[in-house]
């Protein structure tokens, strides 16, 4: 129960990493709204339920300040507060700058980097008021390594890295951290048009198991795990940073 009586937002949280995040937030205590706008969101929140878990889901568009704005009323109205803040949905649509649209760019921007600009913003006052909080935004290897084809994303991911940074800077004396989780490959269909563009699924998974020194893909539990740590105050004098969990990738 390290997270006992928090309030969490957990966005991006009707699949992948993010439903896990809030799953093993719940498990550790904390109260936790999923904020997503996949359809199948309130039963993401409807299965961490039926295990005995106080979550609810809030349909949220990230990308969009009204609908972040109306996330943290709808919060705070349901928990009174927030204590964790996880930013953690993204997209991801591979291509070199001459494949991508500008539409393909903005939107990108908009929902991975300006997302995370809009939740903390609306966040950081609530937490101040309470005493601090942590944020934890959701950056990938890709903040410290480039990969062909993939312009909008990783760009995406290393302005996720400095931006943790500067708001660990700005919020430090508030005692509200902020730091990023770097991942290496993680199984989800977020790959999806990834592996399409580089030769199908089981061909990339090959690859990826050769890359990752320990020799397999990482589980969405394996990100979940660090994003308990840096939300808990188990991790009380970490702010400012990357926490790469990438199976050792980036080390070669
Ligand atoms: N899967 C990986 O290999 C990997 C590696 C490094 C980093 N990451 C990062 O981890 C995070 C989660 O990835 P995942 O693999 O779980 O992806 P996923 O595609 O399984 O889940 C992403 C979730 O975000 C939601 N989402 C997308 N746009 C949204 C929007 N505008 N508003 C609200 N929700 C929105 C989707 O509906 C989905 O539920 C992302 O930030 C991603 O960049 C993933």
């Known amino acids: 129960m390290r997270l006992k009586d928090k309030v969490a937002i957990v966005t991006g949280a009707a699949r992948g990493i993010g439903y896990q995040i809030a799953k093993r ?21 409807e299965s961490l339920k039926t295990l005995g878990h106080d ?14 704005v109306a996330l943290v009323a709808f919060t705070l109205e349901k928990y009174g ?16 700058i001459m494949e991508l649209s500008e539409e393909i760019w903005d939107k990108t921007y908009a929902v991975n980097v300006k997302s995370q600009f809009l939740l ?50 700005d919020f430090a004396k508030l005692n ?5 989780i770097c991942p290496g490959w993680v ?5 999806d048009a990834h592996c399409d563009l580089f030769g199908g699924r089981d061909e990339i998974l090959k690859m990826i198991d050769d890359i990752h020194p320990i020799g397999r893909t990482i589980q969405p539990v394996e990100i979940a795990n660090v994003a308990v740590f840096l939300a808990s105050d188990e991790s009380s004098a970490i702010t400012g940073t990357g926490i790469l969990v990438d199976g ?3 080390a070669k």
Do not use: W
């Not at 550790?28 to 904020?35: H, I, N, P, Q």
């Open 25 to 45: 937030y719940a498990e550790e205590g904390a109260k936790v709204v999923l904020a997503d706008l996949a359809e199948n969101g309130p039963e993401a929140a």
């Open 55 to 68: 979550v609810e889901f809030f349909h949220t568009d990230v990308a969009a300040n009204e609908s972040v």
């Open 81 to 96: 507060r927030v204590d964790i803040l996880a930013n953690n949905a993204a997209i991801n649509i591979p291509g070199s």
């Open 120 to 169: 903390s913003r609306a966040v950081v006052p609530i937490m101040e008021q309470h005493g601090g909080g942590s944020i934890v935004n959701m950056g990938s290897a890709n903040s410290y390594i480039a990969e062909p084809r993939l312009a909008a994303y990783v760009s995406s991911k290393g302005a996720i890295l400095m931006l943790t940074k500067a708001m660990a800077l």
């Open 176 to 180: 509200i951290r902020v730091n990023c």
């Open 187 to 191: 199984d989800t269909t977020f790959n």
């Open 248 to 250: 050792g990738l980036t």
